[in-house]
């Protein structure tokens, strides 16, 4: 199912020739500089909301350290509703009811007084906000956790008490999944709408409404078990009905999609009280009298298998027939040994790294919980009352198709070596018949999914570079790309992988219809026969994609092709954002919304009303309504008016150049504050493959955030983001294929002052940052965040955030390699930094933290060590027990303000600080730190 907010933004290839296009530019005016004080009073929008008739626009805005508030404001008039909702940090959860009526949301403690509950371990509670959106009239209720509507026009709203028990401690990592506990149960109040009434029920643990709010499900939970169970309430009646009882655990209690069936699962303890064996518990048939039970006990006789238990922490589904119910089902627990136990040290700890390993230890050891709490795909039957174990050992993944007549499996034994050294991962792929459990294998050794239409009646799927649909009754594939005068596979993708698919935009409702792109026109195709149509027909022509359909129904499945499409467009060469109205029975466009701006668009579920957003690097993406034809959109926001006050970037200018080879490529310059043309300045660039999609992101000042080109803009800074295009068996060669002719075309716009550049990459661009100082002087002061500096030893090291080995990186993903580096020897070594150390000139720091998972510490310490022993102008920042990048606030702080602190030394003429002239020894650290501990008022020293 498509999304309902959809952010038309896009990935960038080959531009067009253009000089150099302006965004915009603002005055020269005497402002206030950022302080820290004001980056962390800036605000940002944290979630919104449009109601279901498009008459009521809500959103939370919150600074980045402070209080939020909760809008709500009428889309027809001038009505506006403002609440106070404390600390900004905390999720208001705000939701408008399903008819437009009321609004709610979680108020929580100012941002002080949070941070005093946190300071003494006390719990910081919500209160939860009722807002009548006719009257105006507000009601509250004290802790509470979570809110939710009865149904779609709500009569009754459900809250969620907060629970004061402490938090239970957190598995040990690798451990088994343990016995389900009793549930940290808690109170719900149920609060009548309509009579301003409340009623609380105790001891709950898991709780929903159906579809339409007439039936609340919930389970009970005691500390005691007595009276657990599920009850059912009529909330048009108040009439409860016990639907289960017994003094078992009750999880996972799961409504159907349609609301109109209800199921649970049931854990007892076994005969040894070692496990937990759970039963499924389901209605359906609600009526007024009550619904129909049904309870499955796994048995023999219905074909379940021997030591097998249903998995306690999947939720069941009902088919979409109500005919049968998917479970998991997993081993039950092993008997408890019998003998004497391990004594501490008796037992050792080894791991054994066997050449046969499909995965690595150290990947098995990540996954290890994973693995235990797989359970296997199972379908339980009713009308039959069989049992059918649908994914198998050597068979894991499987998925149901709509209409649950068929379901689709892969097994990837075979290719799971390979895949977790290669990276490219093949599977067989097949078909399973749910009424016999039989299967039928349609592909082998296939990077492709099978992607089934809405009806469950058939599949797509990729190969050799084009799409195939089949019938899953069976019967021969037919290829609906043949002879279609454009590719259907990545062909922009410069990755070492081999027609690399690009994804369906979506089938139609009846599944009769494939919509597909070539990454520029969305593109019809019937399914049983006749031609394929180009819908857009102008979008490779005029740089323009055409990329996701809008859908404002999260419930729909597929797309209606009866109705006009509404689709996003991103202009390739001009960044342009927009929305097209398409008709899906004949080729042409109606654009709606073109704007210089980045766009992202929602539309009312009911009604033809469409909030929208649009921002620049300039101006914060504020959000607009519309009608149908987005004529005349009223502005509905205004988060950050304070910015007028400051020196903020005069614009964002798009930089068209040449590649070393012949690519034409953009890059985004960022200008700086109070620009001045014919004026040159000191300019960053940073770099991380392709980022000139990035010319209308606005980017919110902070204080955490280590190269945030506002902050550096703001200072007085220019700021280049250029597109980096690969070659295979060159990374580090294209970088300096691409950037070197960026920071050129850029320096001949005037703006940028070529004796003043600075250069800037973490991780990926780390590597490249590290790569570029060995390969040109270009760059007067350079920072590599986390780099790769040896392909070689980097190579057959391992990935310990996954643990899977690194490999993969380099053949197929980011490294772009053909082969190893014995089969590619030459390749690997012209591509490693250090291998050409002794030509850096560049004044370099490196980051590199001990616990990093992704890039190993050693690779900048190896870096740095070389270095330093060539006399180079080095110095290495690791913040102990960090990983790959920084998480906490005070270390980003830190290493955001040395960063500023270097560059404005190396390209402003800044008196550079003693802790990089010098460095600091180890017993005059903490000195050092306090000597830049900032003040109270947020100033640093």
């Known amino acids: 199912m498509l999304p309902r907010f959809v952010r038309f933004a896009a990935a960038l290839v080959l531009l067009p020739?253009?000089?150099?296009?302006?965004?915009?530019?603002?005055?020269?005016?005497?402002?206030?500089?950022?302080?820290?004080e004001a980056m962390n009073g800036w605000k940002s929008m944290r979630g919104s909301a449009l109601s279901n008739d498009g008459t009521w626009f809500a959103y939370t805005v919150a600074p980045a350290e402070g209080d939020a508030e909760v809008v709500i404001r009428s889309t027809g008039t001038t009505q506006e509703y403002r609440f106070p909702v404390g600390d900004g940090s905390q999720a208001s959860q705000l939701t408008l009811s399903g008819d437009a009526k009321w609004a709610a949301w979680l108020s929580w403690p100012t941002f002080k007084d949070s941070k005093k509950l946190k300071k003494d371990r006390k719990p910081v509670q919500a209160t939860a906000m009722l807002l009548n959106l006719t009257t105006g009239e507000k009601r509250e209720v004290e802790k509470v956790r979570r809110i939710v509507f009865a149904g779609e026009k709500p009569s009754w709203v459900a809250l969620q008490a907060a629970s004061d028990a402490p938090t239970p401690a957190a598995a040990?990592?690798?451990a088994p999944p343990a016995a389900p506990a009793a549930s940290a149960s808690s109170a719900i109040i149920l609060h009548d709408l309509v009579h301003n009434t409340s009623l609380t029920v105790a001891d709950v643990g898991e709780f929903g409404f159906d579809w339409s709010g007439e039936w609340l499900a919930y389970t009970v939970e005691t500390p005691s078990r007595v009276g657990n169970g599920v009850q059912l309430r009529n909330m048009k009646t108040d009439v409860v009905r016990a639907a289960d009882n017994s003094k078992g655990l009750y999880r996972r209690l799961t409504w159907a999609d349609s609301g109109l069936a209800l199921a649970v699962l049931r854990g007892m303890p076994d005969s040894?009280?070692?496990?937990?064996?759970?039963?499924?518990?389901?209605?359906?048939?609600?009526?007024?009298?009550?619904?129909?039970?049904?309870?499955?006990?796994?048995?023999?006789?219905t074909g379940f298998p021997a030591r097998m238990k249903i998995a306690g922490d999947r939720a069941p589904r009902w088919t979409q027939?109500?005919?049968g119910l998917y479970l998991g089902i997993r081993a039950v627990n092993p008997p408890k040994a019998?003998?004497?136990?391990?004594?501490?040290?008796?037992?050792?700890?080894?791991?054994?790294?066997?050449?046969?390993?499909?995965?690595?230890?150290?990947?098995?050891?990540?996954?290890?919980?994973?693995?235990?709490?797989?359970?296997?795909?199972?379908?339980?039957?009713?009308?039959?009352q069989r049992f059918l174990q649908l994914a198998t050992d050597d068979m894991k993944t499987v998925t149901a198709a709509p209409m649950d007549r068929w379901a689709v499996g892969y097994d990837d034994r075979a290719y799971e070596l390979d895949a977790n050294l290669s990276g490219v991962r093949k599977r067989d792929a097949y078909v399973i018949d749910l009424a016999t459990g039989a299967r039928r294998k349609v592909t082998t050794a296939s990077t492709a999914s099978l992607m089934t239409s809405p009806d469950g009646q058939r599949f797509a799927y990729m190969d050799d570079g084009h799409y195939f649909v089949q019938e899953f009754a069976g019967g021969a594939s037919r290829n609906l790309t043949a002879g279609v005068a454009t590719t259907f596979w990545n062909d922009e993708d410069d990755h070492n992988v081999v027609k690399p698919p690009r994804f369906p935009v979506g089938w139609s409702v009846d599944g009769l219809t494939l919509l597909l792109t070539d990454g520029w026109d969305i593109w019809r195709f019937p399914v049983r026969g006749g031609s394929a149509v180009n819908l857009t027909g102008n979008g490779k022509k005029d740089g323009i994609r055409y990329r996701q359909v809008l859908v404002s129904n999260p419930r729909q499945r597929g797309l209606d092709l009866t109705k006009p499409m509404l689709i996003g467009t991103y202009g390739e060469w001009t960044k342009k954002e927009g929305l097209t109205r398409v008709d899906p029975a004949k080729p042409g466009v109606t654009p709606l919304l073109w704007e210089d701006a980045a766009v992202r668009v929602t539309r009312a579920r009911d009604a033809d009303i469409f909030a929208f957003s649009k921002g620049t690097f300039r101006d914060y993406p504020d959000w607009y309504l519309a009608g149908p034809t987005f004529a005349a959109p009223k502005r509905m926001t205004d988060i950050n008016p304070q910015q007028k006050e400051y020196a903020w970037s005069a614009g964002a200018r798009l930089v068209d150049y040449v590649s070393d080879h012949g690519v034409k490529l953009q890059a985004a310059l960022f200008l700086p504050a109070g620009y001045e043309p014919g004026k040159k300045y000191p300019t960053l660039v940073y770099i991380y493959e392709k980022l000139?999609?990035?010319?209308?992101?606005?980017?919110?000042?902070?204080?955490?955030?280590?190269?945030?080109?506002?902050?550096?803009?703001?200072r007085g800074y220019a700021v280049l983001m250029p597109d980096i295009t690969y070659e295979i068996n060159n990374p580090g060669m294209s970088a300096v294929w691409s950037v070197i002719p960026a920071v050129k075309a850029a320096a001949a716009t005037g703006i940028v002052d070529i004796d003043k550049v600075g250069l800037q990459g973490h991780s990926w661009g780390g590597y490249q940052t590290a790569f570029l100082v060995t390969q040109t002087d270009l760059f007067k002061a350079a920072i590599a965040g986390a780099p790769l500096t040896d392909m070689i030893s980097m190579y057959s090291s391992v990935y310990w955030n996954s643990g899977s080995a690194n490999q993969p990186i380099f053949e197929s993903s980011q490294g772009r390699f053909k082969g190893n580096f014995l089969e590619n020897m030459d390749a690997y070594v012209r591509n490693s930094p250090n291998r050409f150390a002794d030509k850096v000139k560049t004044p370099l720091i490196i980051l590199h933290n001990d616990k990093d998972g992704a890039v190993d510490f050693n690779q900048g310490v190896t870096y740095y060590n070389t270095?330093?022993?060539?006399g180079k102008e080095v110095l290495m920042l690791s913040y102990p027990g960090e990983n790959h990048g920084l998480a906490k606030p005070a270390n980003m702080k830190d290493y955001a303000r040395r960063m500023d602190e270097f560059f404005d030394a190396?390209?402003?003429?800044?008196?550079?600080?003693?802790?990089?002239v010098n460095g600091v020894p180890r017993l005059a650290m903490e000195e050092h730190l306090k000597s830049r501990r900032p003040t109270k008022a947020g100033q640093v020293p």
């Open 692 to 714: 000139s999609q990035g010319l209308h992101q606005y980017s919110a000042p902070n204080e955490t955030r280590a190269l945030n080109p506002s902050n550096y803009t703001a």
């Open 338 to 384: 019998k003998g004497a136990e391990w004594e501490d040290d008796e037992k050792p700890n080894v791991e054994i790294w066997h050449g046969k390993d499909a995965r690595l230890q150290p990947q098995q050891k990540v996954q290890e919980s994973a693995d235990k709490a797989y359970s296997y795909l199972s379908l339980y039957r009713m009308a039959d």
């Open 17 to 36: 020739s253009a000089v150099i296009s302006a965004q915009q530019v603002a005055a020269p005016t005497a402002l206030k500089p950022l302080t820290t």
């Open 272 to 301: 040894a009280a070692t496990d937990t064996l759970f039963a499924v518990v389901a209605w359906k048939n609600f009526t007024a009298a009550g619904p129909t039970r049904t309870v499955y006990e796994p048995s023999a006789a």
């Open 321 to 323: 027939t109500f005919d």
């Open 867 to 870: 270095l330093r022993e060539l």
């Open 172 to 174: 040990a990592p690798g």
């Open 906 to 916: 190396k390209l402003m003429g800044k008196t550079p600080p003693d802790w990089y």
